[in-house]
């Protein structure tokens, strides 16, 4: 209802992923073209729009109804934006080449059923040398491990037929989300760099309803049900100083974030 009332909002969602907002930053863009590809209903363009000052805002997303979302959401804020119903699957974007110095990726790419063709585009849009920060879905995380595996499909019986992948489509975005695919960290990063990239940083953000789900991890691990995978997971979480849980050199949360440089 109001610039204020979007910003708090702004700010509590970010809190719900740990350490998201500092990986998918919407600061330090002054002067750049920005694409937020996927934008939904504006959330990170309201975020661009208020702690940067970029020379323009791009944002492309297949839904109308969160398009008009996001456009009423920015007048709010008085910022200006190019929005543009397309997909990519249909044509490619109506963006020149080389034009974007910034292209803004957060939850989308796991949803594609040709991912590959996505970044084809957005390595043409985006000039050698630009920035690409992408967040996609992690496997190597408690969402994964500790939710899907013991919680829904041990606990719940939810799905408990399919294998953890399988199961993992179902859990995210409803039972009736066509795709929705969870990467390990060198999936990812292969993935993206044969379309032109060279990542630059691998990260992951863990959600507070992972966080909250921690207590857990002992009783699933000395659950028989519970695959040797997911069991070997979560026997080898370490934990820091704040009590985020890390798998190898990465906190183990749902939300990988990478950045690659198109080269």
């Not at 594609?112 to 390595?123: A, G, Q, V, W, Y």
Request: aromatic residues 10%; negative net charge.
């Amino acid at each position: 209802a109001s610039a204020e009332e979007s910003l708090s909002d702004f700010r509590w969602r970010n809190a719900q992923y740990l350490r998201y907002i500092e990986l998918m930053p919407v600061a330090g863009a002054d002067d750049m073209c920005v694409l937020d590809f996927g934008c939904g209903p504006g959330h990170d363009l309201v975020g661009f729009g208020t702690f940067s000052k970029p020379k323009r805002l791009i944002a492309v997303d297949v839904s109308k109804r969160s398009l008009a979302e996001a456009a009423d959401r920015l007048t709010l804020h008085a910022i200006k934006a190019d929005l543009i119903y397309h997909d990519v699957h249909h044509g490619p974007l109506p963006i020149e080449t080389g034009s974007v110095d910034l292209v803004h990726c957060s939850g989308v790419l796991h949803h594609l059923p040709d991912p590959h063709l996505t970044l084809s585009e957005l390595r043409r849009v985006l000039r050698p040398g630009g920035t690409a920060q992408i967040m996609l879905y992690n496997y190597e995380s408690v969402f994964v491990h500790l939710y899907v595996a013991y919680q829904r499909q041990i606990i719940e019986g939810i799905d408990s037929d399919l294998d953890v992948e399988q199961a993992f489509t179902r859990s995210t975005d409803g039972p009736d989300c066509p795709i929705s695919r969870a990467y390990r960290p060198h999936e990812c990063v292969s993935l993206i760099e044969e379309q032109g990239f060279r990542c630059a940083n691998v990260a992951a953000a863990i959600s507070t309803w992972e966080m909250s789900l921690l207590p857990k991890r002992f009783e699933a691990i000395m659950d028989r049900r519970l695959r040797e995978e997911s069991r070997d997971f979560l026997a080898s979480l370490r934990f820091d100083e704040f009590g985020l849980p890390y798998r190898g050199d990465l906190v183990a949360g749902v939300d990988g974030c990478y950045k690659f440089i198109a080269v």
